[in-house]
């Protein structure tokens, strides 16, 4: 046998070995250790040297966190996953597995950090083929503690509902591990995100101003809105709950009822001041947030809170509160202006979709305010008034974050969107073979478009 032949059968046995035993040197190489990370962060490779101060800081405060780029998780899963997205989702698996890992910090908005859509398509009058669910990467193992590829008949299409049943069943859609994502368009806005993490980190804590609770909100659905009558105040009734539970806050109530919202300026100059939290309670688009007077007829007056070029003049500094967005499309962070393109050649493109940056992330990149962290829908966000039970959806599951918080006073963001995530599940069992536009898509759709934007790790209220 020549030295070639040996050289040709000893590259095939190894193929044969990697295919078949899923060995790859370089992930051994990296993970034969016993450390354990509880946050690891996952960014395009352009964006490493601007978080190495993010990761020191984290250290610093007692969080081991592992800095990983993009093209070493495709390098290091390279024989796993279908697609870039499930690369990063066993990617995530591994790190659970090896590393202990309780939270990921995605960097990148959509061009530069993969995302998996979901095509849960409900009949409405509303055109959503799809939608962006960070959760896919969230919910590592079905019910049974196997990888859950939220793909059970492996077609193109994830999460897959239409017609008389789902065709992606049986779903898990618990979330196994933290997710947030920092949807960083360029360097600039990294440095920012990560100089506003280390200091509501370091100076929060005992700030007076940290205590202060913000709802705003109005009538979210006028009479004519549905075929049967509706409260007139379902916004407010709806924040009013949010601040019985967050006992200890001081409540600050921007009702379009009271008179104290009446428009923009309203809201601005209250995040001026600073706050803890903040609520929204209304409608939105990627681009604006904004609600009804009480007892306005169908498409009537609309009071509005924050379109995103008002953001501009939010100053507040490092005074950032946590925002929950209970709306519509608040966090659908694949617009781009390219999208008019689509408009031209007769496609259907939504009021926004054409924007530089969504709502959500715009209020939480803010160079001089802003949030600190921002939990909106990435699609069309469902009220139980959507729902023939009448019950869940997004009155329920945004509520679900200050009834945690407020009862169980954890100590990380992301752990207050998991235990929502999972309490709405809990309550609101999906059947996967209902049809598509049940009540159970919606259950699904809920909290799959349910979106962290900020630090999954980031310590509410600070570090001692």
């Known amino acids: 046998m020549t030295n070639s032949t040996v050289l040709k059968l000893l590259s095939v046995s190894c193929m044969i070995l990697f295919?078949?035993?899923?060995?790859?040197?370089?992930?051994?190489?990296?993970?034969?250790?016993?450390?354990?990370?509880?946050?690891?962060?996952i960014a395009a490779d352009e964006f490493i040297d601007?978080?190495?101060?993010?990761?020191?800081?984290?250290?610093?405060?007692?969080?081991?966190?592992?800095?990983?780029?993009?093209?070493?998780?495709?390098?290091?899963?390279?024989?796993?996953?279908?697609?870039?997205?499930?690369?990063?989702?066993?990617?995530?698996?591994?790190?659970?597995?090896?590393?202990?890992?309780?939270?990921?910090?995605?960097?990148?908005?959509?061009?530069?950090?993969?995302?998996?859509?979901?095509?849960?398509?409900?009949?409405?009058?509303y055109y959503e083929p799809r939608y962006i669910s960070e959760l896919y990467y969230a919910d590592i193992y079905d019910e049974h503690g196997d990888f859950s590829d939220w793909n059970s008949n492996n077609n193109e299409y994830f999460g897959e509902w239409k017609g008389s049943q789902a065709q992606d069943q049986d779903i898990d859609l618990y979330p196994d591990v933290a997710v947030g994502r920092l949807a960083c368009r360029n360097s600039f806005e990294v440095k920012i995100m990560v100089d506003k993490i280390i200091h509501y980190e370091t100076q929060t804590y005992g700030k007076e101003w940290f205590n202060k609770f913000v709802v705003v909100a109005g009538d979210t659905y006028p009479p004519g809105q549905y075929p049967f009558d509706t409260s007139p105040y379902e916004g407010e009734e709806n924040t009013l709950a949010a601040l019985e539970n967050m006992t200890g806050f001081n409540p600050v109530k921007l009702w379009v009822s009271t008179g104290a919202f009446t428009g923009p300026k309203d809201v601005i100059r209250t995040i001026n001041q600073g706050c803890g939290f903040m609520f929204f309670e209304g409608h939105a688009s990627p681009v604006a947030w904004g609600t009804h007077p009480p007892e306005i007829e169908k498409n009537g007056t609309w009071v509005w809170g924050l379109k995103n070029y008002h953001m501009n003049f939010l100053m507040n500094r490092y005074k950032l509160p946590i925002v929950v967005a209970a709306a519509c499309h608040n966090g659908q962070f694949d617009v781009t202006p390219l999208n008019l393109l689509d408009k031209l050649r007769g496609e259907v493109v939504h009021v926004g979709e054409w924007a530089r940056e969504c709502w959500a992330w715009k209020l939480t990149s803010q160079p001089f305010g802003g949030s600190i962290a921002t939990i909106s829908n990435t699609g069309l966000g469902m009220s139980k008034e959507d729902k023939d039970s009448m019950e869940g959806a997004g009155d329920f599951m945004d509520m679900q974050f200050f009834v945690e918080y407020g009862n169980n006073r954890q100590d990380y963001v992301g752990e207050v969107w998991m235990d929502s995530i999972s309490n709405y599940i809990d309550e609101f069992p999906v059947d996967w073979t209902d049809p598509a536009g049940s009540d159970s898509s919606y259950d699904a759709k809920t909290p799959q478009e349910w979106?962290?934007?900020?630090?999954?790790s980031l310590k509410i209220g600070g570090y001692q």
């Open 50 to 125: 601007e978080l190495q101060p993010l990761k020191t800081h984290k250290e610093n405060m007692g969080m081991p966190t592992k800095l990983v780029s993009l093209s070493t998780v495709y390098d290091e899963m390279y024989w796993n996953g279908r697609d870039n997205p499930e690369k990063i989702k066993y990617f995530i698996k591994e790190s659970i597995e090896t590393w202990q890992t309780a939270f990921v910090l995605l960097v990148g908005d959509f061009r530069k950090m993969p995302i998996r859509y979901v095509y849960n398509n409900e009949p409405s009058d």
């Open 19 to 41: 295919v078949f035993t899923g060995f790859n040197p370089l992930y051994q190489a990296e993970t034969s250790t016993t450390e354990s990370y509880p946050l690891v962060v």
């Open 451 to 456: 979106t962290l934007f900020g630090d999954p």
